[in-house]
C-alpha cells in the first residue's frame, strides 16, 4: 500500500497535471512565508551584534566568557574595598586576609581560568594568561603582606591592591563591548 502511495505522491510531483487541481497544495503556506521572511530579515539585522567578533571565539564561548567575566568584575570590585583596610595598618592586614577568602574575592583565580579555557587556541590566550599569572602573583603578594609578623607597610599594601585591581581590569579589557566592563567600574 505505502509504494502505491509513494508512486502517486512521486507522480503528483512530476506531473500536477495528474491530480485534479484543488488536490495539489502548496508546501508552505503564504502566511508562513511572510512569517519566514519577516523572521529572517529580523535575525540577519541582530545577529551581526550577538555573534563573536574575535577569530577562533563561537557566540557560545563569548557567553560563558561573559558570565565568568562578570565574576572578574565583581571580584574587582570586592579588592576595591581592601584599601581602606589596609590604610589602618596591622590591625586592618587580618580582616584583608579574610576579606580575599570571601566572595566576591575568593572567586578571581576561578574566573580568569575558567576565561583562559574558553580562549585556549585563540590569539588572546597568551596575553591573557599572561595577565593571569600576574593576578596570581599579585594576590599572593597582598595575602603575604598582610600574614603576621611581616614588616609589609600600610602603603605597599595599598599600592598592591590597587595593583591587583588594575590587573584584573585589564584582563576583562579585550573583549567585544558587549562584555567588556563599562566604564567607570
Request: with cysteine; charged share 20%; proline share 8%.
Amino acid at each position: 500500500m505505502s509504494a502505491v502511495l509513494f508512486a502517486a505522491s512521486l507522480l503528483a510531483w512530476t506531473n500536477p497535471a495528474v491530480l485534479p487541481r484543488e488536490e495539489i497544495r502548496p508546501a508552505v503556506s503564504r502566511r508562513f512565508a511572510v512569517a519566514s521572511a519577516a523572521s529572517a530579515a529580523f535575525a540577519a539585522a541582530v545577529m551581526p551584534g550577538h555573534a563573536a567578533t574575535l577569530p577562533g571565539i563561537t557566540p557560545s564561548k563569548m557567553l560563558t566568557i561573559g558570565q565568568y567575566l562578570n565574576d572578574v568584575r565583581d571580584a574587582r570590585a570586592g579588592v576595591l574595598t581592601l584599601p581602606p583596610l589596609l590604610e589602618t595598618g596591622t590591625p586592618g592586614f587580618e580582616k584583608v586576609r579574610v576579606e580575599l577568602r570571601k566572595p566576591p574575592a575568593n572567586g578571581i583565580r576561578k574566573a580568569a581560568s575558567k576565561v583562559l579555557t574558553q580562549l585556549e587556541g585563540t590569539e588572546l590566550y597568551s596575553a591573557k594568561s599572561a595577565l593571569y599569572e600576574g593576578i596570581k602573583a599579585s594576590l599572593s603578594a597582598l595575602d603575604d603582606g598582610c600574614r603576621v609578623g611581616t614588616v609589609a607597610t600600610p602603603a605597599e599594601m595599598v599600592a598592591e591592591a590597587e595593583k591587583l585591581a588594575a590587573l584584573l581590569d585589564t584582563f576583562g579589557n579585550g573583549f567585544p563591548a558587549k562584555y567588556a566592563a563599562p566604564d567607570g567600574q
